[in-house]
């Protein structure tokens, strides 16, 4: 790297120099100069940007690549939106844009798009309200991109990656860090992959967009994973939500949404995997939920009462708090937990397999007095794992007049782990982390058992009573 280029990069990515400076010495220079640039370059040609600082407002008006090969920097210095693209044909690419506006009321963007397609990709974005906005720009194109908001209370952010109106878009392996949402409004036939959202509000949320596709993204430690509002004909496959617990705190959530697929994904860690909302909500429709890995969640599936015609098959459940919970008193009956005779697994399943097809001999049915009352008043969550919690469980044992209606009821339970293709990409190795716990805990109360008997062989029998 020769030293300009190197001064360059530690000016923008480090820090080392002021604001307004490209390199030692080097004063900012107005946007003025790349709009001089795109001017003078043909319809569809490529212009190639000097490495440097470049302050102000750029408004790009006319079809044209513009490339900023990693070194120039476009700084809206605080004031409004720093990239428009206004013509489509665009492509922006190899830039740090930064500086945007704070006024919530003009919705300032480091780049904006209002024309379509365009190509937004490789570029760096900090210090933005509102990162990447498409309004109505369909079959554009924006990738990988790291996109960095501005450091406000998570109330008063912008959106990480926005949509509207903008259909048969891809949105593919891009950083989201510290923004609001990545949100898609009236936006369809979206293909969506391998981006990263953490630290944010909803990783990804979607509003009345339908006939999308949603695979191999790893959506962590935000209020929400996936939110998906009034929006049909969804794909979700191969996708990541981990150690999201926020208020909420959803892997995945679906409110009247109809046809939905999840499928392969991992939901690790969060306070609810899934949670359903009255989905499906048209007559006829169904929701489809099979070969996802649902892991160390506090409620594995939680949904509301009303909620009907889901099918849940092979999936994996393990070591949830709850493995499945209705909100207030109902139960998940309207639902239909194996299909063609294959079940879920469960790790709390006590049954056994006599004749070895992989098929629990009796049917799955959660009946649990403190997940019942749990329901009811959440703030018992308090005692969950706690000797309260263990003694009223023996008490609904002891007296199964006590014994509340079974929350749902899986006819064919999996007495294995099924093996599964492609799920998320932590799936794997947290997969093989949950059956080493279980593991673990066999050999330790087999190691207890071996212990105990040990010792009370070397003692010798007990004393009877008149042996005393």
């Known amino acids: ?172 392996d891009n950083t989201v860090y510290g923004s609001r949402d990545l949100v898609f409004w009236y936006s369809e036939n979206l293909r969506i992959s391998r981006n990263r959202v953490s630290d944010s509000r909803y990783g990804l949320h979607f509003m009345y967009s339908h006939d999308t596709v949603l695979s191999g993204n790893d959506l962590a430690r935000n209020s929400v994973g996936v939110y998906l509002m009034y929006s049909n004909r969804i794909t979700l496959d191969g996708n990541t939500m981990r150690n999201n617990r926020g208020a909420s ?3 995945i959530g679906l409110k ?11 939901l690790l860690a969060n306070r609810v995997g899934v949670y359903l909302d009255n989905s499906p909500s048209s007559v006829g429709s169904t929701g489809l939920f099979e070969s996802n890995t649902v892991v160390f969640n506090e409620i594995g599936l939680l949904a509301t009462p009303i909620t009907h015609d889901n099918v849940f098959t092979a999936n994996i459940l393990v070591e949830n708090e709850e493995p499945a919970a209705a909100h207030g008193r109902g139960e998940l009956t309207h639902n239909t937990f194996a299909r063609d005779g294959v079940g879920n697994f469960w790790s709390d399943y006590a049954g056994f397999d006599r004749d070895g097809d992989g098929i629990g001999d009796l049917a799955y049915e959660p009946r649990s007095l403190f997940g019942a009352m749990l329901a009811r008043e959440p703030n ?89």
């Not at 640039?37 to 690549?65: M, S």
């Open 1 to 172: 790297m020769s030293r300009c280029a190197y001064v360059s990069v530690c000016a923008v990515v480090l820090g080392c120099f002021p604001v307004g400076a490209s390199r030692a010495g080097d004063p900012a220079k107005p946007m003025g100069e790349v709009e001089g640039l795109i001017a003078a370059a043909d319809p569809g040609g490529t212009v190639v940007v000097p490495p440097g600082v470049y302050e102000g407002n750029l408004r790009i008006t006319q079809p044209v690549i513009l490339d900023g090969q990693g070194h120039a920097v476009l700084d809206g210095v605080g004031v409004g939106t720093v990239v428009e693209i206004r013509a489509p044909g665009v492509t922006v690419r190899g830039f740090t844009v930064r500086g945007t506006g704070e006024n919530i009321t003009v919705e300032p963007a480091a780049i904006r798009a209002i024309a379509g397609p365009v190509v937004i990709e490789d570029n760096t974005i900090e210090d933005a309200l509102f990162g990447i906005d498409l309004r109505e720009s369909p079959g554009s194109m924006v990738r990988n991109n790291l996109v960095h908001g501005k450091d406000l209370d998570p109330g008063r952010r912008g959106d990480g990656i926005r949509l509207w109106w903008s259909h048969g878009c891809v949105i593919e």
């Open 256 to 266: 009247d949404c109809d046809d939905i697929v999840v499928a392969n994904n991992a």
């Open 249 to 251: 705190g959803y892997g």
């Open 380 to 468: 018992l969550r308090l005692f969950v794992h706690s000797p309260a919690q263990q003694a009223v469980e023996f008490t609904a044992r002891a007296l199964p007049e006590l014994r509340p209606q079974a929350t749902l009821v899986d006819p064919a339970p999996l007495v294995r782990p099924p093996n599964l293709k492609g799920s998320g990409a932590a799936t794997t190795p947290l997969r093989t982390r949950a059956m080493a716990f279980g593991g673990l805990g066999l050999l330790l109360f087999a190691g207890a058992t071996v212990g105990v008997f040990g010792r009370q062989a070397a003692l010798g029998p007990a004393p009877r009573g008149d042996d005393r």
